[in-house]
Structure formats: structure tokens, C-alpha cells
């Protein structure tokens, strides 16, 4: 017996073996030089499992099945408003973050009434002075009027083509609910800037507010700082906006998403 | 070894539980011991109930896929992904563009810094807050009750907000008022005429919200933001309606005859 060691995973010897082409052989032998130093045959299995899975998962589609309407794809824009609202809602979360950085949420600075205050003149700043901040603000404002318009469209569609029966009724009811606090995103966002329209709005909003019986004062004080607008309105209007909705907002909508995900896409039938 | 009958911690004196000289071995398990079944089919109260609903519905999804005439899983609604996301991200990018498009060609407005005090001639929230806004002007409706010597009984603003309420509480009972598993329009003319007049009311309230925009009498334009949706909605009812029978025929021909309806 030989002492020689036998190696029988010499793969040169099986590359020599075979009849290979220049290609092939430079190929494999840069992947055995890479594998025995990383060991990518471990993760390139785990790949191809990963690829048989996702393709084991691809059933036909409701419409291909029982083939209901060759052109069912001009209805497809229709399907896709929920994530075009969701993917306007990150636009608006990356130029916010952006606009934050120069905005700062204070009446202060203005000597009579009608002047411009330090929020006002930071919006401002931001529309003359920073770079590319004109082009942000824009951004910012077309991807909030986005959102709100895909998030109606959103529900007619959901609504007209029956999507909130039988197992999607609690779907529904968060939709509603998300609704409402994209609205009260927008309303807040725009109290923000505090310019004449802003501070009107908001009036209007305080005396929405105290109308309400019992809970009203209550309402007009957590959410406005006061029965009268200022500063505490202001700064509560901008916490609303950055710090409370955005969390509130992204986990419901992560929850919303998470349910369509479990209970699948209701095409029309 | 000496006080072999002390009783144990329990208060048993038990003989054969007990190894030579060492400790107090472990009680063996009785009859009562429930096993590991036993224990996962929880005999009482709320946890047997949801362990025989799991297993009943189990038990049906099991019958409803051996039924199934089907090659292919049951499709009631099809997969998020990866259909429906890579679509939705094709069809997502191009808005994007054109978000950022629109948002180089028409940037917004600012206006003058805020004065509290001059209240502007034309108040106006963002276009998507116009129904809203219109619900807070519903005050020619505001019941004058004689005998309150024309006094009305609830704030115009107050009267709003409970129409604020009303509006997104029928929003949200839709689906406990509408059920079964009819889902384009045509299926259900009278729920698309629901929908028709929700959709033409939020343009009216939108039109009564921006009123001093136009001159219009005010009296008509009350009552058209009420009747035209319900004109509308009927107008759609009766059009559906009048669809609804040929459009089934190819319904039933393509689609019905491969899944009955409940």
C-alpha cells in the first residue's frame, strides 16, 4: 500500500480527465480556486432552492385559469394604485427628511401681525437658498397630492371590483382608517410652512375642535396646543407630522400590506 | 435511613418512592398524568374550543382541495409575490417619473406669511380636503325647529362633524352590508349605484365647498349636491341593469360553469 496520499476530490485530475474547451476549462477552474477558499457551493445550493421555491410558488393567475378577458391588462394600473401610494408615501419620508433638516417649526420673529415668523422664513430659505431645496419642496408637495389621490383611487377600485368581501373586511376597515390619518398627514403638513392659507386652515381645524361636545376641548388642546393658534400649535402640528404619524402610518400600512400578502390579491371574477 | 417515616414535603410517608438511603426518587406518572396528546388536545374551556375549530378547518380545507376538480391550488386571490409586486413595481416607477416630472414643471404656490389678522377672502384647504370642507357648510340644512323660537339645535359646525362621521361610518359597513361572491359591477348593479353616488357626492360637496367661487344660487346649489348623486347613482342602476343580462351569459358561459357562485 501506497503511502502516498490518494486524494479523491482531486478535481484537476477529474478537470484533466474530461474534454473540455479553453472556456470551460477556465471557467470551472476559477470557480474550484474560489470554492476552496470560499466555499460558494454551500450558498449557490442555497440559491437554486431559493429558485425552485419561487418558481414552485407561481401558480397561474386568477385570469390566465379560467381564462376571463385577454385584455384584463389594461386594468393593471388600476391594481397597482395601493403600491404606487405606499412607494409616493417614501418619496415624501426621503424629501421630508431632507426638508427637515433646514425647516424649524417656530412663530417667532415676527414684530407685528403679518410678518413673516422664523418657519416662514426658513420655508424661505429652503425655496432660495439651498441647494436644489426649491426642487425638494416640490417633491415633497407633488409626492404628499400623490399619495392622497392613489389612496382615493385606491378604495373606488378596491370598492368597484368587490375586494373588501368576505375575508378582507378587517383590510377594509384599516384602509378607511388609513385614510383618515392620510388626510390628517396632509392637513398637518400643510398648517406647517404657516402662511396665510396654513393659519386659516388650522383656525378652521380649532373650531372643528371646540364644536365637538365634551371631547372637543380636550381634542383642541392635545392637538392645536390651545384654543388659540400660535406656537405651541405649530410645534405640535410638526411632531404630529414627523414623529407620530410617520410611526403610526408606516406600522399600519405594513399591517395592511401584511394581510394582503397572507390573503393573496381578490382579482375580479 | 433512621426516620424512615417522616413524611415527605407532600405529607406522604411513601415507601417505594424512596431509594435506598438517597433522596426521595421522582413520583412516577400516574393515571392521571395527562400525556403529551392528551395535553395538546386541551379537554377544557376556551383552548378545547380553538383546538376543534383549528382541527375542523383543517379537516375542511383538507375536503374542500380533495373535491377540488382543479389540477392547480384553489386560487381565490393569486400570490403577492412575486405576480403582483413585480408588476406593481413596473407600472410604480413609471409614476414616479412622472411625479418628479410634474414636480420640475408645476412646483406649488407659496403664499403670503400668516395674519391672524386679516382673515382671507377665499379660505380653501388642499383639494383632497374640499368634501370635507364642503360637509363643515351643510348649515342651510341645519334644522330651525320652531320650537326652539327658530333657535337650531345643534352648532353648524357640530352638525359637520356628524356628517363627518356618517360618511366614513357607511364606509366602513360596506363590507357587513354587501357580502356573497359577486365582484365585478355589472354583477351587482345596485352596489355600483352606491358607489357612483359616494363618488358624485364627494365632487358636489367639493363644488358647495368652493361656492363663492361662482356665482350660483345658493339654495339650488344645496339641493343639486344632493340630488345629483343619487341621479347619478340611479342612472348608473338602471344602465347596469340593462348590461347585466347579456353581460352574464358570457360570465356564466366563461366563468361560472368552471366555479358556481355560493
Known sequence: MSLKKNDEMDHNAWLKRQDLTVIETAFLTTLIWVDKRLRIVDYLEL???????????????????????????????????????????????VSGAMLGFYYSPSTAG???????????????????????????????????????????????????????????????????????????????????????????????????????????????????????????TLVRMYILHVFVLPFVVTSLIALHVGIVWVQGIAEPH | MTDDNEPMTDGGTDEDARTDGGPPATVPPDDETPTWSE???????????????????????????????????????????????????????????MLIFIAALMPPHFGHPANPGSTPAIILPDWYLYWSFGLLKLNPLNPQLAVLDGNILLGNEFLGIIAHGIVFGAIGLVPFLNKGSARRPVEEPFWAGVGV????????????????????????????????????????????????????YDLNRRYYMLRPPK
Open chain 1, 47 to 93: 440559491l437554486e432552492t431559493m429558485y425552485y421555491r419561487a418558481n414552485l410558488q407561481m401558480p397561474k393567475s386568477h385570469t390566465e385559469q379560467y381564462d376571463l378577458d385577454n385584455k384584463f391588462w389594461y386594468w393593471y394600473p388600476l391594481y397597482s394604485l395601493g403600491s404606487l401610494s405606499i412607494i409616493a408615501y417614501l418619496v415624501a419620508a
Open chain 2, 39 to 97: 395535553r395538546k388536545e386541551r379537554s377544557q374551556g376556551l383552548a378545547q374550543l380553538t383546538y376543534q375549530y383549528f382541527e375542523r378547518s383543517r379537516r375542511e380545507d383538507e375536503d374542500l382541495r380533495a373535491e377540488s376538480t382543479y389540477v392547480e391550488r384553489d386560487v381565490l386571490g393569486f400570490p403577492a409575490w412575486p405576480h403582483e409586486t413585480i408588476r406593481n413595481l413596473a407600472i410604480t416607477s413609471f409614476f414616479i417619473g
Open chain 1, 110 to 232: 415676527a414684530a407685528a401681525q403679518g410678518d413673516p415668523t422664523a418657519a416662514y422664513d426658513s420655508v424661505v430659505m429652503i425655496l432660495q437658498d439651498v441647494q436644489f431645496g426649491f426642487m425638494l419642496r416640490s417633491i415633497h408637495s407633488w409626492a404628499a397630492q400623490f399619495m392622497v389621490a392613489a389612496v382615493f383611487l385606491h378604495m373606488l377600485r378596491v370598492y368597484f371590483t368587490g375586494a373588501y368581501k368576505e375575508p378582507r373586511e378587517v383590510n377594509w376597515i384599516l384602509g378607511v382608517v388609513l385614510i383618515g390619518l392620510t388626510l390628517f398627514f396632509g392637513f398637518s403638513g400643510y398648517v406647517l410652512p404657516w402662511k396665510q392659507l396654513s393659519f386659516w386652515a388650522a383656525q378652521i381645524g380649532v373650531e372643528m375642535a371646540l364644536a365637538t361636545p365634551i371631547v372637543g376641548e380636550w381634542a383642541a388642546q392635545l392637538l392645536f396646543g390651545g384654543f388659540t393658534l400660535g406656537q405651541a
Open chain 2, 197 to 248: 353616488t359616494g363618488v358624485v357626492l364627494s365632487l358636489t360637496l367639493a363644488a358647495l365647498a368652493i361656492q363663492n367661487f361662482f356665482p350660483f344660487e345658493l339654495d339650488l346649489l344645496v339641493t343639486l349636491t344632493f340630488l345629483l348623486p343619487v341621479l347619478c347613482g340611479i342612472i348608473t342602476y338602471a344602465v347596469l341593469k340593462t348590461m347585466r343580462e347579456g353581460y352574464m
